[in-house]
């Protein structure tokens, strides 16, 4: 008996991620997710340097800024809540300093200026359609940090807003990394604090913009994180206690399909080789001084070293 509708995965057959690939990860809380699992496995890869980014307004903004090297100053960050914040960037990159602020923020441009030209690979996650404005400038604000609702004005973006968006952020980065490969998704977390309708609504532009997009410009491709989680994943069971997060089998499971779609056979072992040494790096001994145990730790060190040979630039905690 069949307990599940699958969506059928062809492997890529061009452009693979293996372990010479350098990876940026831009987008919602799930990209922090997914970014996770390529550090845990040792892939070369950099995650949201300005914190998480809900919608393709955000991450338009730090990408024209980052092309062009933007030079952070006072005028770009505010103080509220005993913090210094910026609308540009999430909570994460709020300090008790105002030189803190914008030296981190220069920092961050600087490395996703650098993460863009030396990048195989950009893995953008697309969160929402709902975008806050400030009134007083009209910016779509990454994060709007506790600032009083009267401040801002909320908006749906139109399927041609988003497109219009996405042209601009891939137009941007060829400009600096003509080669770079796209592969672009949509968030399974949903946003119902917009509403439940105003949510599907709202995932809808956001698919039907990437379907259009990726039509027109090589090397774009689409990911379904969306899709394996509504329609493959249809239970609360793969949902964290908030019903709204996926759990870790969801997160694994999204992550097995995108492996197995962007990775080569070789790098499959790989990985495979990795999540051992990582498990015997985690593995918490009955009796550290026995002889078994030293035996554990030299075997998993030959692995470490083996491994090394092949791929100089991976380094282990241990």
Known sequence: MKLQTNIPFFKETNNLI???????????????NIGKKFRYLKFQSVQNPFGILFHPKAIETIIKNAVNIKDYTGKDVFFLNERWQSFEAHSQLSYSSKEEIIQQLNKASISTNKSLKNSTHIIITLGTSWVYRLKESGLAVANCHKVPKHKFRKELLSIAEIIESLAVIISLIKEINPTINFIFTVSPVRHIKDGFIENQQSKAHLISALHQIIKFHENSFYFPSYEIMMDELRDYRFYKEDMIHPNNIAVNYIWEKLSKKWFSDETLQTTEQIEKIQKNLDHK??????????KFIKSTEQKIKKLQEKLPHIFFNY
Do not use: M, R
């Open 18 to 32: 293996d372990y010479n690939s350098k990876i940026i990860l831009l987008g919602s809380c799930f990209s922090e």
């Open 285 to 294: 001994p009955f009796n550290s001084e026995s002889l078994l145990h030293e």
